[in-house]
């Protein structure tokens, strides 16, 4: 995202972790060194549980949609905190095509 908070291409934007149309975080807030630390994580995780015990059937399917320039750090975040709350359908978006 850029500096007004919307959704960029640009390399020189600011990660936000969304889960569906719920931002868990600001543009910018994961920019510092200290991100592994950062709330957005724990929120993420509690999140998700409320969602699997929310779910009918049980299981929660989970699509990690990381666009191209978000750092892998970011994607291997998120993919932990899946992984810490035991949901095992996950998969990994496409990328974009440039036709």
Known sequence: HDDAGR???SDTGHVVIALG???LN???ELDSDRM????????????LLELQGASASGTLPV???ARPQVPTKHVISALNEVVRAKLTDVTFAAPEKDY
């Not at 592994?36 to 999140?47: G, K, N, P, Q, Y």
């Open 7 to 9: 959704p960029t291409t």
């Open 26 to 28: 600001a543009p910018g």
């Open 63 to 65: 699509i990690i949609d």
């Open 21 to 23: 149309a719920l931002r």
């Open 36 to 47: 592994e630390s950062h709330h957005v994580w724990r929120d993420l995780h509690d999140r």
